[in-house]
């Protein structure tokens, strides 16, 4: 048997952006993943299809484990020879119990590996534009936690005697504790228009600061309507925030939207859509994988350089069509000299990943506008033509070109599924706190949605999201199902769907 090992892991303050590269390493090879309640989904995406799944996450009000059983379910893991990734929020090392389950697995003899975050205060200073230290007012940093109530006893925390001179406080879990953390870090000699911000779910789409003074952040918070998890920050660097803060600044902060294509699609989009400040939510309704028959491939790639045009309908056909070609052949010369179409300029730019030119784009991005393209050139009459599809692609386009006398084959490179969102942890944090907005970038897409619609029901308090659409395609299948198209993008493109995201939900 393999020898166990675990990886203590930090997971930075919530936004997957600020994922460690070792972290993503670990996570995308990992065979058991324990993860804490506040650690992104976005993060499970990046696990092997086999890794096992544990959430023993802590929340106010709610304990899935108690710490002894996660260490419990540690070692016992580690004991069947797996790779274990511990995945916390922020750091291991800082609040986090990391200490105790590390001492545990040495106790127990089993390997491990500490992995750094970025602490959630560093994460809330940065997005919130408070320097956590500033030659000019202080060079002391203390970071401190709130979760102990002030009036025990045997509390650990001596809140009086804090240095106050030239220093910042960072206060963790401390929301419940605000009005009597303030006054007794006033009783030891803060000054109550000491200024003060409170950073909500740090460095997240909904990210929100309250801002005051020491004297006043409690009462503001209870207005604000303020709630864990946030991070408390005293100190002069605070009111620095109101010229400094530049996330807030974003079109889309403060939206949280959600995207559903698959596994392997979704980061372009979720990267241009957290460019603009929003929180992405990645459901991925449906799975696409590579599905080239080698007979077919051996078949098509010895006649390839007798095809007069090259037709590709979707980003993916080239992506699959590429990788199977460059399987057979070392140069991109074997191609030959036939032309190549593409659905739209999203299939161009895949197109030109390879060095390819694409010789006709329709001027609207569906099939029946790309065959209509193709006729218009003449080029068609007993032309060979190859058409590199899925599964589910559409016959509209092949009938059309056989019409104009082409003679057709179709290569089937891959193909589209449903995924099952039982278990799935983004599919859960849909239905407890819904989203601003949900894009649909195909009809596969919103056909899975509704067919799995038991595992997507809202909660009642859960914000109901406006429902977007790439294009006519996708809103014509929308439509027919009887689901509302609140948007839809003017052309049926990545970039003109964030566009119309951030005209209707922009600032």
Same mark, same amino acid.
């Given at each position: 048997?393999?020898?166990?090992?675990?990886?203590?892991?930090?997971?930075?303050?919530?936004?997957?952006?600020?994922?460690?590269?070792?972290?993503?390493?670990?996570?995308?090879?990992?065979?058991?993943?324990?993860?804490?309640?506040?650690?992104?989904?976005?993060?499970?995406?990046?696990?092997?299809?086999?890794?096992?799944?544990?959430?023993?996450?802590?929340?106010?009000?709610?304990?899935?484990?108690?710490?002894?059983?996660?260490?419990?379910?540690?070692?016992?893991?580690?004991?069947?020879?797996?790779?274990?990734?511990?995945?916390?929020?922020?750091?291991?090392?800082?609040?986090?119990?990391?200490?105790?389950?590390?001492?545990?697995?040495?106790?127990?003899?089993?390997?491990?590996?500490?992995?750094?975050?970025?602490?959630?205060?560093?994460?809330?200073?940065?997005?919130?534009?408070?320097?956590?230290?500033?030659?000019?007012?202080?060079?002391?940093?203390?970071?401190?936690?709130?979760?102990?109530?002030?009036?025990?006893?045997?509390?650990?925390?001596?809140?009086?005697?804090?240095?106050?001179?030239?220093?910042?406080?960072?206060?963790?879990?401390?929301?419940?504790?605000?009005?009597?953390?303030?006054?007794?870090?006033?009783?030891?000699?803060?000054?109550?228009?000491?200024?003060?911000?409170?950073?909500?779910?740090?460095?997240?789409?909904?990210?929100?600061?309250?801002?005051?003074?020491?004297?006043?952040?409690?009462?503001?918070?209870?207005?604000?309507?303020?709630?864990?998890?946030?991070?408390?920050?005293?100190?002069?660097?605070?009111?620095?925030?109101?010229?400094?803060?530049?996330?807030?600044?974003?079109?889309?902060?403060?939206?949280?939207?959600?995207?559903?294509?698959?596994?392997?699609?979704?980061?372009?989009?979720?990267?241009?859509?957290?460019?603009?400040?929003?929180?992405?939510?990645?459901?991925?309704?449906?799975?696409?994988?590579?599905?080239?028959?080698?007979?077919?491939?051996?078949?098509?790639?010895?006649?390839?350089?007798?095809?007069?045009?090259?037709?590709?309908?979707?980003?993916?056909?080239?992506?699959?069509?590429?990788?199977?070609?460059?399987?057979?052949?070392?140069?991109?010369?074997?191609?030959?000299?036939?032309?190549?179409?593409?659905?739209?300029?999203?299939?161009?730019?895949?197109? =030109?990943?390879?060095?390819?030119?694409? /010789?006709?784009?329709? $001027? +609207? *991005?569906?099939?029946? &506008? #790309?065959?209509? !393209?193709? @006729?218009?050139?003449?080029?068609?009459?007993?032309?060979?033509?190859?058409?590199?599809?899925?599964?589910?692609?559409?016959?509209?386009?092949?009938?059309?070109?056989?019409?104009?006398?082409?003679?057709?084959?179709?290569?089937?490179?891959?193909?589209?599924?449903?995924?099952?969102?039982?278990?799935?942890?983004?599919?859960?944090?849909?239905?407890?706190?819904?989203?601003?907005?949900?894009?649909?970038?195909?009809?596969?897409?919103?056909?899975?949605?509704?067919?799995?619609?038991?595992?997507?029901?809202?909660?009642?308090?859960?914000?109901?999201?406006?429902?977007?659409?790439?294009?006519?395609?996708?809103?014509?299948?929308? =439509?027919?199902?009887?689901?509302?198209? /609140?948007?839809?993008? $003017? +052309? *049926?493109?990545?970039? &003109? #769907?964030?566009? !119309?995201? @951030?005209?209707?939900?922009?600032?």
């Amino acid at each position: 048997m393999p020898k166990g090992i675990v990886y203590l892991v930090g997971a930075g303050p919530g936004n997957p952006d600020l994922l460690t590269v070792r972290a993503r390493q670990l996570i995308e090879s990992a065979e058991v993943l324990v993860y804490d309640y506040l650690v992104h989904p976005a993060f499970t995406h990046l696990l092997p299809d086999d890794c096992e799944q544990i959430c023993v996450g802590k929340r106010k009000g709610f304990h899935s484990k108690k710490q002894e059983e996660i260490q419990e379910i540690l070692l016992a893991k580690a004991a069947e020879g797996k790779r274990v990734v511990r995945l916390k929020g922020g750091d291991p090392f800082l609040f986090g119990r990391g200490g105790e389950e590390a001492m545990a697995l040495a106790e127990a003899g089993i390997e491990f590996e500490i992995v750094p975050g970025i602490t959630s205060a560093m994460g809330a200073a940065a997005y919130s534009g408070i320097p956590l230290t500033n030659r000019s007012t202080n060079a002391t940093l203390v970071f401190v936690t709130g979760h102990e109530n002030p009036e025990k006893l045997d509390t650990t925390v001596d809140w009086e005697n804090l240095p106050k001179k030239d220093s910042t406080i960072c206060i963790y879990m401390g929301v419940a504790n605000l009005d009597r953390i303030s006054e007794r870090l006033m009783a030891g000699g803060f000054l109550p228009e000491t200024p003060t911000a409170c950073v909500e779910w740090a460095t997240m789409g909904h990210q929100r600061v309250c801002r005051g003074s020491l004297g006043t952040i409690a009462q503001e918070s209870k207005s604000f309507g303020l709630k864990a998890p946030a991070i408390i920050i005293v100190g002069e660097t605070a009111a620095m925030s109101e010229d400094l803060s530049w996330f807030e600044n974003k079109p889309l902060q403060g939206r949280k939207l959600v995207v559903t294509r698959s596994k392997g699609q979704a980061s372009e989009l979720s990267s241009m859509l957290e460019k603009t400040g929003a929180e992405v939510i990645g459901l991925p309704l449906i799975s696409i994988t590579g599905a080239v028959k080698p007979e077919v491939a051996d078949e098509i790639f010895a006649e390839i350089a007798s095809y007069d045009w090259l037709v590709f309908s979707s980003p993916n056909g080239v992506r699959y069509f590429f990788e199977a070609f460059f399987q057979k052949f070392e140069d991109i010369r074997s191609l030959g000299f036939l032309r190549i179409a593409a659905v739209g300029k999203s299939t161009a730019k895949e197109i =030109k990943k390879y060095f390819v030119s694409t /010789d006709l784009i329709p $001027k +609207e *991005a569906n099939a029946e &506008s #790309l065959a209509e !393209a193709l @006729v218009e050139t003449d080029s068609l009459d007993s032309a060979k033509v190859l058409v590199v599809a899925g599964n589910l692609g559409r016959d509209v386009l092949i009938d059309k070109l056989e019409e104009a006398r082409a003679i057709v084959d179709r290569f089937e490179v891959y193909k589209t599924e449903q995924t099952d969102l039982s278990e799935n942890p983004s599919a859960k944090m849909f239905r407890e706190q819904g989203a601003d907005g949900i894009l649909f970038t195909s009809s596969s897409g919103v056909r899975s949605f509704i067919d799995q619609a038991k595992y997507l029901q809202l909660s009642p308090d859960a914000l109901r999201p406006k429902t977007v659409s790439i294009g006519p395609i996708t809103s014509a299948t929308m =439509k027919q199902i009887g689901m509302p198209v /609140d948007i839809e993008a $003017k +052309e *049926a493109s990545l970039d &003109s #769907l964030v566009d !119309a995201v @951030v005209k209707r939900f922009g600032k």
